[in-house]
């Protein structure tokens, strides 16, 4: 008898020996596997409970099984997301099945409530999580811009206590922040001996070290330095081939791998990934909060070009032979957990990668390079995390779109999947928040001698990043404007120390602070403005949505008015608005400007009342 027939005799056995074994098994029959790194046209994958017993199963159907028809379908590893930022929605990956996320930064008690329910065999309904937990970055720095406390470090002699403390708190692998901001916006940032002695710390403890980059002269510095990897690239509208081949090389002498995020690099360049929400059996799954990040981007405008570079690089690892993984920045404007690791999937092929590599860099790679154990392969005794689709995304990576069932330790995600669809179809049958009937003629600053009045929401107030550990603080006092109006004195500080400073003024349209107001009667902002020559910015934010949409704008000696269509507040939902700021930043310095008669218009059309 082959050993092969023996295997599967004995496992027929041991499935019949026991009731719950019975009740547990799935056997997906006739289907396309890619296990991981190779395909094969035909098979059938026996799991039962939390792991795949027969990945090439050729026996009859155990007794009890579920069957479950593959033809014209393609079984593959749960996938995984190798850059998250895992603070909120932890149950939406497994949705679009993403089953395991690498996490560069959240909060110690969430990555500490993950790990217990990972170890207790409790974590079926929700993705595992590999977590960096806090970040290695200077004070001031990049990651220090949330509002929660985190240690930091400035020396090389810092290095070793910090890692050793990361890894007490249960940090899977060290992350470090290599970034000084770009042009004007600076920010403060660790040294490269200081880098250094983070990454030989964690390798004395047996911990990856990766590092967080954005220009092509902090990723050579990483690499030089001896990081186990990069975890984004960077954007540009130009690259040398030289240059990119340079770098590549680099990486391969150093055995890095690279993790593009080409979904942040997007949000970055302003481009959106649009087809996410376009497609119904995706948008379906997302309510009206998870679904603003998606339309929303850093930049304000789009730069496609930005993405030569990355593009460009990406190619050239891969014919380096360098590992690239799939990773989405998830957490950021422009992307959301699970969902947009089937846009960064397109983006990977868009740069280069085949199909099969690309599923690669969100399978078997990650799951080996972050040495996350016995998952990412399709075989015998690895975690029973199955993602099946229609289709064939070896052909077409679109495919992955295509969802037919998704198992997270062998248990299917159906059940999960059709109530987040069933609940979101029940939101979109409810009306939302009434819009608020905006005054005849426009006018939200009811300024007065010493008040700050509205015609409905909290109001006006001062505002500054002193909130989220900054030091920039403003004052408003209230001054004559023109046309007998009383205007708003703005004077700011913008201090550095903090990633993204501001200060300046904001009005808040919900009854809280935070709150939001239904503005969609509004399409436009007006306001008059007078100031000191400076450039500064108006904002808005949405339910759902962490940055601010901005629109810049002039302060000059003489009033001004300005006029800014709703529709420039990228992402931002106007049904459910937060906020509308004035701001001064990020450039450190003193500032002052006066604002008056700011009026929301429900058209170009509208009259303006008394605007003087």
């Known amino acids: 008898m082959k050993p092969a027939t023996l295997k599967y005799l004995l496992l027929c056995t041991g499935l019949a020996a026991g009731s719950q074994a019975l009740a547990a098994a799935t056997l997906v029959q006739n289907v396309r596997v890619f296990d991981g790194e190779a395909v094969h046209e035909r098979r059938s994958v026996l799991f039962d409970g939390a792991t795949i017993k027969s990945a090439d199963y050729r026996g009859a159907a155990p007794q009890g099984a579920r069957i479950v028809d593959g033809a ?22 497994l949705l679009f099945g993403v089953t395991t996320q690498v996490d560069m930064f959240t909060g110690v008690q969430v990555m500490q409530d993950m790990r217990a329910a990972m170890a207790a065999g409790k974590n079926t309904q929700r993705a595992d999580m590999f977590s960096a937990g806090t970040l290695a970055t200077a004070k001031g720095g990049h990651g220090t811009q949330f509002g929660m406390a985190i240690p930091t470090l400035a020396t090389p002699a810092e290095a070793q206590g910090f890692v050793d403390a ?9 992350k470090i922040v290599l970034e000084s901001g770009h042009g004007a916006q600076r920010m403060a940032t660790l040294d490269l001996p200081t880098v250094k002695a983070l990454i030989e710390a964690a390798h004395r403890r047996g911990k990856l070290a990766v590092v ?6 902090n990723a050579r510095a990483a690499l030089d330095a001896g990081a186990d990897g990069l975890v984004h690239l960077f954007v540009g509208s130009t690259i040398s081939a030289g240059d990119a081949a340079a770098l590549a090389k680099l990486a391969g002498a150093r055995r890095a791998f690279v993790v593009p995020t080409f979904s942040a690099l997007e949000s970055m360049a302003g481009v959106k990934p649009d087809e996410l929400l376009a497609d119904p059996a995706l948008a379906s799954l997302l309510d009206k909060e998870q679904a603003l990040p998606l339309k ?5 405008s789009p730069m496609p070009a930005l993405l030569t570079a990355p593009k460009a690089v990406t190619a050239a690892l891969r014919r380096a032979g360098v590992p690239v993984l799939a990773g989405t920045d998830a957490g950021n404007p422009g992307t959301q957990y699970g969902v947009s690791m089937h846009h960064e999937l397109a983006a990977l092929v868009a740069a280069g990668l085949t199909p099969g590599e690309a599923l690669a860099a969100a399978t078997s790679a990650p799951a080996r390079l972050f040495r996350l154990g016995q998952r990412g392969h399709i075989a015998d005794g690895y975690k029973a995390d199955l993602l099946l689709v229609e289709g064939n995304p070896l052909a077409d990576i679109a495919a992955t779109r295509r969802i037919v069932e998704v198992w997270k330790d062998g248990e299917s995600a159906a059940p999960l999947r059709e109530r987040q669809r069933a609940r979101v179809a029940q939101e979109n049958t409810v009306p939302g928040l009434a819009p608020v009937r905006l005054p005849p003629d426009g006018r939200i600053s009811l300024f007065g001698k010493d008040k700050l009045a509205s015609p409905f929401g909290k109001g006006w107030g001062a505002s500054y990043d002193s909130m989220m550990g900054g030091k920039s603080s403003a004052t408003l006092q209230v001054v004559p404007g023109e046309g007998g109006q009383e205007a708003v004195a703005v004077t700011a500080k913008i201090v550095p120390g903090f ?3 501001w200060a300046g003024l904001y009005f808040a349209p919900g009854a809280q602070q935070m709150q939001p107001a239904n503005l969609s009667a509004a399409k436009e902002l007006r306001f008059r403005v007078r100031g000191d020559g400076g450039r500064y910015t108006v904002s808005m934010l949405s339910q759902g949505v962490t940055i601010p949409a901005t629109v810049p704008f002039t302060a ?10 709703l529709t420039r507040f990228a992402g931002v939902d106007p049904a459910l608005v937060t906020m509308i700021g004035f701001n001064a930043g990020p450039e450190p310095g003193d500032y002052r400007f006066e604002i008056a008669d700011v009026r929301l218009l429900e058209g170009a059309g509208q009259a303006a009342g008394s605007a003087p």
């Open 72 to 93: 014209g379908r393609t079984l593959l590893p749960g996938l995984i997301d190798s850059h998250v930022h895992a603070f909120r929605y932890l149950d939406l990956p």
């Open 499 to 501: 990633p993204y400073p």
């Open 212 to 217: 967080h980059v954005s220009t092509p002269e």
């Open 556 to 565: 000059r000696a003489q009033w001004q008015e300005v006029v800014v269509p």
């Open 166 to 174: 990361r890894i007490a708190e249960g940090s899977h692998f060290i």
């Open 296 to 300: 929303a981007s850093y930049g304000q």
